[in-house]
């Protein structure tokens, strides 16, 4: 059984404080932040901010109410976001309790008062130096933001405020942003689109992040850091819920399809 499946069944003796906790315990019914002291003050029994399971526990939290509050920036949240929350659940095999957990942290993050800047500012202390980790939680939600085709400026305007929260620069967002678009495209339930094969080629190469005048070095470069950055196994190794390996393994797939589909090409 995942740590989360322990939690909810009450194996794990730990709770987490900060605003994080508060969101979590509303959620599951419980006050998980009670006698844990303030972020700044530390944590007085259980795990540590930047233990692995706590680590986790902040992801999966962070992943669905902010997932939420991105949905409702715009005003409305429309069944394509509301799809592609449920997918991010189905993709995690979600039941139960733990499903009904994430739906109810989606629908905290839609509420006018949701904590964006406390949680956040919990969640970047959480993780540490898992940059990685960071930027594959950014991915999330710029998938989720693209749910419905469009990204509004309401959402890219809370996109902006998460990247200055974590620490990413504009520049890495508007990367993030590229690929994510370019990936929608390029797959389409996991399949090349129907569109022109120039269109897909150009697509692949949005995926990587290079340009189509890049040469087979720079691509191979670009290729193998993307997959390290989200290599299934280093991630969860970093505090990546077990729940959530298939969607990184999903972007590693992605990522190889392009890569095989630019040397394809380049050898006609």
Known sequence: MSWLGKFLGGTFGFMMGGPLGAILGASLGHQLDMGMGSLEGGVN???NPGDQHRVQMAFFTATFSVMGHIAKADGTVTPSEIKLARRVMDEMMLSGELREAAIKLFDQGKAYDFPLTEALTQFRKECSRRNNLIRMF?????QAAFADGTLAPEEENILLKICQILKISRLEFQQIKMQAQAQQRFHQQGQPHS???RDNLADAYSVLGVSENANDIEIKKA??????QNHPDKLVAKGLPEEMMTIAKKKTQKIAKAYDLIREYRKK
């Open 45 to 47: 029994q259980g795990f």
């Open 138 to 142: 950014l991915d999330i939600q710029v």
């Open 195 to 197: 569109g022109h094969p």
């Open 223 to 228: 290729y193998r850091r993307l997959m390290s």
